[in-house]
Structure formats: structure tokens, C-alpha cells
């Protein structure tokens, strides 16, 4: 992927109007995917990016909220939300992608800065996120490939 794609944030009737009154709504929410880079952002609520590289796995959570645990299953919550190196950052409960790094990266939660894990995102396009972020699949070995 030689150009940037923008996924921009979901957010649900109820949730957008107090967002965008807190600086954190849908103009100002969104996540670029580049070949050397995953940027998400929530306003000034939340900044992260991310080496490509580091992102280990991508996928949908089609059962919203309900899928996860801890705290993070309150089907109410919306915003930025933030659990032992887990950070939600969603404005509707559905469109959720679920973002693995491979190791810990530093991000920003408003002023403070926290090592993030894993990323709960609510995107308007949740498959088109997870295409963009899974490696494409492996060719297999041919008479032009040697090295695999």
C-alpha cells in the first residue's frame, strides 16, 4: 500500500453530539493506515502511532462490546476508555475492530502517556480496517520465489 486510507471513527446518534462538544468527534476522529504507519486519533483524547510492523494481528468483533471482558464489556461505554494496556476508543459499540501489537507501544491519552497492548477501535468500515491491516496472504514457493 503505497498511499495513505482513512477509516474514520463510528459513531453512534447518541454519542456524537456530546464528542464532538468535548473536542473528541467524528471530524476530529479517525485511523490512517500507510505503509509505514498506523495512526489513530480521537481528538485530543487519544494519539497513537504505530509501526506498521508491529501490528500483529487484526479482527473484527462482531459482537460488539459483549465480546470483551473487564470493564470493557459495559456496552455503554464510549470515548476513550483505557484497562491494563487495552485502550478503547470508540464512538459506537459496533464496527469494533480488535488491534494486537506485537509488543507495547507508548500512546497518548490526552495529556498522559501509556503503553498500549492491544486497540478496540469502532470504525465505519470494520472490514475494510482488517483487510488493510492483515498481511496479505503468503505466496507459496515457485520456481520465481526461491526464498520461500
Known sequence: MDSTTTFPISFDRPSRIPMTVLGAGPKVSRVKVSSPTVDIRMGWGFHATIPRE??????????????????????????????????????????????????????RLGPVRVRMRRLIVSVEDQSGLVAALNPSTPRSPGPGNPSL
Not at 468483533?61 to 487495552?86: A, C, K, M, Q
Not at 485502550?87 to 469494533?96: D, H, K, P, R
Open 54 to 107: 508491529a501490528v500483529a494481528s487484526a479482527r473484527p468483533l462482531n459482537g460488539g462490546l459483549s465480546e470483551l471482558s473487564g470493564p470493557f464489556r459495559l456496552s455503554v461505554l464510549r470515548g476513550v476508555n483505557y484497562w491494563r494496556g487495552t485502550a478503547l476508543v470508540n464512538g459506537a459499540g459496533t464496527g469494533l475492530v480488535e488491534i494486537t501489537l506485537d509488543r507495547p507501544k507508548w500512546v
